[in-house]
Nanobody
């Protein structure tokens, strides 16, 4: 069982930055590929970024490329999402998720591949 707790969301102006953190319980954090998803009102939950168990491989949705950076610190059981140059369309609830993965080099981009989810943190970008 893994419990995930997100933090770092809030209200920011267009062009601003936020860093989201997701702290995981347990001693097997390095066994999980991690992902960040977001869901805006009336829309589906979509992947934003994903990272492999070791952090060596990452994925970004087109909307996040060049603006967001996903990283992880396995010693701290934490995954991060650095978000720069924020836009109003980035407004959403952001969720982190954990996928138990055999391969240390793989990441997951589909929600149904994830085993555990956090409760979400709201990000609001004002224009």
């Amino acid at each position: 069982q893994v419990q995930l707790v997100e933090s770092g969301g809030g209200l920011v102006q267009v062009g601003g930055s936020l860093r989201l953190s997701c702290a995981a319980s347990g001693r097997t954090f390095s066994s999980y590929a991690m992902g960040w998803f977001r869901q805006a009102p009336g829309k589906e939950r979509d992947v934003v970024a994903a990272i492999s168990r070791t952090g060596g491989n990452t994925y970004y949705d087109d909307s996040a490329k060049s603006r967001f950076t996903i990283s992880r610190d396995n010693a701290k059981n934490t995954v991060y999402l650095q978000m720069n140059s924020l836009k109003p369309e980035d407004t959403a609830v952001y969720y982190c998720a954990a996928s138990r993965t055999v391969s240390s080099a793989s990441y997951r981009i589909r929600g149904y591949d994830y085993d555990y989810w956090g409760q979400g943190t709201q990000v609001t970008v004002s224009s």
